[in-house]
């Protein structure tokens, strides 16, 4: 069993990617509603909630933990002998394939993006790279606000960030992906982001089970319906 976890709903894009790569797989997804949004926690804060839910897992018996979550990986450095910790980041700057002599813009959390892992990480491989937060996104996408609002307010914020040089976006946020379409209607170039990451999973030999532990509500099977699918929980 593995164990994925993020500050609400937007990890659920990454469950629904290894699900659909590894269907006998046993996952268990801790979507942490209660301490959401994580870009206001102090980083002994993000430490702490990340202690309990990895105790969380460990009682679950599951071998590897992924965290969807970019601003939990900014925040921390995952040291474990006794339990596998994937950290998406460098993962997702491994994914990129863009020319080196094009800018890199970087969407994420004002947290993330103030860390500035992925535009270090983007450096040490030589590309130029602009990392640009959005207060709200995840927020919005987590209260179901109406896409054509979203699309409004992440247009007002793309328009101030337009360059010829532009050669890719990273989407530095698991709830990002949801709205994909609308970073490549607008810019045109390649939308990089955390799905399909190579985690060294085995399937197993039996049908896997999903398992949830977050807020079941309107708003989560409204989610789960449009934007997961047919996966049996």
Known sequence: MIGICDSGVGGLTILKDIHKRYPRLDITYYGDEANMPYGDKTKEELEKIFSDIKAYFKDKGCTDIIVACNTMCSAIEFNDDTIKIHDIITKTIDKLDTPKDKKVLVFATPFTIKKGRYQKGLAEKGYQSEGIALKDLARDIEDGIDKAVIKDKLYQEFRKHQDENIGAI?????????????????YKVPVFDSLGLAFGLEDSDEKGAISLHMERSDKLAHFLKEYIGDIKL
């Open 170 to 186: 990273i989407l530095g946020c698991t709830h990002y992906p949801i709205y994909k379409d609308l970073f490549y209607e607008y």
